[in-house]
């Protein structure tokens, strides 16, 4: 199990909680196996959430990965509050509908409000093995910010801290957590610009708050320092994804159109063209 993949924790919850077979007969984790044996391990449920017909975009699907396009507004996952309508309760329906027994992984998360691409792995060992073989792993956003960005590129390595009043907000702060985040302009304008962002690390609203401390914050990002006068959320979306397939090797790129309110905003501005040449 271990060349497979199959973490330490998932190993133990299989011991505790699955089912083994070798040619067809319950073994234990512990019985030795031999050349040409038949080998199934039945996984425990890791994760269940009550289905939901929530409509779902999907960019990319194999036997290992789903990568979703989310909608702003969505929930990653249910939280203490909030049971019913989240991404997590759509993909479970996606998964009753299509006959498939996954469970839900996702591999980065992305906030509530914020659109765009989310790779979910189907099996934790999956989600493992892009931790353990360092699987390269890109991820770029597109986003809206105030003023005129005043530079074509800019990389910030700030860290990044809960604020002490706080269990929401995010600051730049020295002693917190290492933060590395790159700015590319696309187009600047006097009341907003388009910057393409390159995540290195992947902090809870980082982008939103490295936008925010260059002081340059995000359109419709009244958390930050925003105003919700040109968007009523922050204008952030996770147009594309490249990486390289921890189960095939392969180099897999996923790409995302702008949401209709972004769109909106960039074809007002005469940049439509710019977004295009990225695609």
């Known amino acids: 199990m271990r060349h497979f993949g199959v973490s330490s924790t998932l190993r133990r919850r299989i011991k505790r909680n699955g089912v083994c077979t070798v040619n067809g007969q319950i073994a234990s984790t512990t019985q030795f196996v031999y050349e040409g044996d038949i080998v199934c391990v039945d996984l425990p449920q890791v994760n269940s959430f009550s ?33 019913q309508g989240t991404l997590a309760n759509a993909v479970a329906y996606y998964y009753e509908q299509s006959r498939q027994h996954c469970s839900y992984h996702p591999m980065h998360r992305l906030d509530k409000n914020t659109s765009g691409l989310c790779m979910i792995a189907k099996e934790p060992q999956v989600q ?14 597109m986003a809206l910010t105030e003023g005129r960005f005043p530079s074509p590129f800019a990389t910030v390595r700030s860290p990044i801290s809960r604020c002490p009043d706080s269990i929401i907000t995010r600051q730049v702060m020295a002693g917190g957590k290492p933060a590395h ?28 708050v490295h936008s925010a401390y260059l002081g340059y914050p995000l359109v419709g990002d009244d958390l930050y320092g925003g105003s919700r006068a040109l968007m009523t959320r922050q204008a952030l979306h996770a147009y594309a994804m ?22 909106r905003l960039v074809s007002q501005a005469g940049w439509n063209y710019i977004y295009a040449r990225l695609h």
């Open 51 to 83: 289905p939901e017909p929530i409509p779902l975009s999907i960019a990319y699907e194999d036997d290992y990965l789903l990568v979703v396009d989310k909608p702003a507004g969505l929930l990653m996952h249910p939280t203490a509050a909030v049971r």
């Open 128 to 141: 493992s093995q892009f931790d353990k073989k360092e699987t390269a792993y890109k991820r770029l956003y």
């Open 181 to 208: 985040t790159d700015f590319t302009c696309l187009a600047a304008g006097d009341a907003y610009s388009l910057v393409s962002v390159c995540l290195h690390t992947g902090r809870t609203h980082q982008i939103r």
């Open 242 to 263: 490249q990486f390289v397939h921890p189960m095939t090797g392969q180099l897999i790129s996923v790409n995302s159109p702008l949401p209709a309110d972004m769109a």
